[in-house]
T-cell receptor, first 117, second 109 residues
Framework: NAGVTQTPKFQVLKTGQSMTLQCAQD?????MSWYRQDPGMGLRLIHY???????DQGEVPNGYNVSRSTTEDFPLRLLSAAPSQTSVYFC????????????????FGNGTRLTVT | TQLLEQSPQFLSIQEGENLTVYCNSS?????LQWYRQEPGEGPVLLVT???GGEVKKLKRLTFQFGDARKDSSLHITAAQPGDTGLYLC?????????WGAGTKLIIKP
């Protein structure tokens, strides 16, 4: 099982450029999410999806777009990169993420390290 | 908004020593998860605690959930270099999790 696959592993962008971070899972998980991880700040939720065609905002959604056309894929788009978006981005999925979430652990990819100059 | 505070932020000890790290909140947790993250990888779930006063053991790791469900601890007995990593706690509901900033643990051989 590949689990959660993120590409690319590393990326350098110039301010104002756009790009898409890819995330794919092969576990038939309903729930998928994007986080950013910055030193001393823990993981912060950007966007999430509870199924194909359904997305919603997390804690820090500004500057990012998502879509969920299939169960497997959940790409994250940076519309116009800014230095403040320099971070490590993680995609995570789980079988379900209902309101009593503790019965479905998150499975993470290995991250994309993004630098915006 | 619920905040999760982890302490200490950083801990470096010798192999064989015992240690405890903490996760605290000003609000009651619905439940709490502990993850470990190694460099260059995503976090991996260690345990979920749900009931106040609950204790769970995972080999040399002991997880405790406070009676009031506002705090949790992770105790490692006889730490080994393989325990090195970033330990994160998380909690939440309604499809959104919040995370502590983590405890960076280094076990020196």
């Amino acid at each position: 099982n590949a689990g959660v696959t993120q590409t690319p592993k590393f990326q350098v962008l110039k301010t104002g450029q756009s790009m898409t971070l890819q995330c794919a899972q092969d576990m038939n998980h309903e729930y998928m999410s994007w986080y950013r991880q910055d030193p001393g700040m823990g993981l912060r939720l950007i966007h999430y999806s509870v199924g194909a065609g359904i997305t919603d905002q997390g804690e820090v959604p500004n500057g990012y777009n998502v879509s969920r056309s299939t169960t497997e894929d959940f790409p994250l788009r940076l519309l116009s990169a800014a230095p403040s978006q320099t971070s490590v981005y993680f995609c995570a999925s789980s079988y379900s993420r209902d309101r009593e979430y503790y019965n479905s652990p998150l499975h993470f990819g290995n991250g994309t390290r993004l630098t915006v100059t | 908004t619920q905040l999760l505070e982890q302490s200490p932020q950083f801990l470096s000890i010798q192999e064989g020593e015992n240690l405890t790290v903490y996760c605290n909140s000003s609000s009651v947790f619905s439940s709490l998860q502990w993850y470990r993250q190694e460099p260059g990888e995503g976090p991996v779930l260690l345990v979920t605690v749900v009931t106040g006063g609950e204790v769970k053991k995972l080999k040399r790791l002991t997880f405790q959930f406070g009676d009031a469900r506002k705090d949790s601890s992770l105790h490692i007995t006889a730490a080994q270099p393989g325990d090195t990593g970033l330990y994160l706690c998380s909690s939440g509901s309604n499809y959104q999790l919040i995370w502590g900033a983590g405890t960076k643990l280094i076990i020196k051989p």
